[in-house]
C-alpha cells in the first residue's frame, strides 16, 4: 500500500469558512477580565487503610511493592497540613501500542506508535487510617489494594446530609 495524502474537512486555513458558506467568521474580541484560572479540581480515588502510622516510612507498608520494584518511581516523604505524607510517582514507558500490529495486519501500513502512561498515589495518616489518593492510569497500581479498606467508599457514599446512614 502507498502513501496518500488525504485531506479531511478540517484541513483548512484557520478562520477560514467551508466553501458553501457565504458568510465570514466574526472576529474574535479580545479577552476583557482577569485571566482565566486552571482548575482546582482533579479526578481523584481516594482509598482508606486501617493502618497507624506516624512517619512517611510508616505509609510505604500499604505500597504496591511488588509493582513498584524496578520501575524506576520516584518516592518523597512531605506532609499535608501537617500529616505526614508520603509521594510516589512515575510513569510506564511502552516502545509499540499493542495494537500496531492489528492495524498492520489489517491495513498494510506498519507503525510504530508508543506511548506513557503516569501516575501518582498521595499517602497520608490521619488518626488511626492511610489514606491514599491516587492519580492516572498508574496511581492505583503503586497501592496494595488487598490491604485497602473495602467498606470505606460504600459507607462513605450512603451518608446522607446530616451524616446518618440511609437504611435500606
Known amino acids: ?11 483548512r486555513a484557520p478562520g ?3 466553501g458553501n458558506r457565504a458568510d465570514q467568521a466574526r ?11 486552571p482548575a482546582v479540581t482533579q479526578r481523584t480515588t481516594l482509598y482508606r487503610f486501617d493502618i497507624t502510622a506516624r512517619t512517611a516510612s510508616d505509609l510505604a507498608s500499604v505500597l504496591n511493592h511488588d509493582y ?37 495486519g489489517m ?20 488518626d488511626e487510617h492511610v489514606y491514599a489518593m491516587t492519580y492516572g492510569a498508574v496511581g492505583r497500581h503503586m497501592i496494595d489494594l488487598d490491604r485497602a479498606d473495602r467498606t470505606f467508599g460504600i459507607s462513605f457514599a450512603i451518608r446522607d446530609p446530616v451524616g446518618h446512614l440511609i437504611a435500606w
Open 68 to 104: 513498584l520494584r524496578g520501575r524506576g518511581f520516584a518516592i518523597a516523604a512531605g506532609s499535608v497540613v501537617g500529616a505526614p505524607a508520603l509521594v510516589v510517582h512515575g510513569q510506564v514507558p511502552c516502545q509499540t501500542a499493542g495494537w500496531c500490529p492489528v492495524i498492520a
Open 16 to 18: 477560514s469558512r467551508p
Open 107 to 126: 491495513t498494510g501500513v506498519a507503525l510504530d506508535v508508543g506511548y506513557s502512561s503516569a501516575g501518582c498515589a498521595v499517602l497520608v495518616a490521619i
Open 1 to 11: 500500500m502507498r502513501d496518500t495524502a488525504i485531506h479531511l474537512p478540517h484541513d
Open 27 to 37: 472576529p474574535r474580541r479580545p479577552r476583557t477580565g482577569p485571566p482565566k484560572r
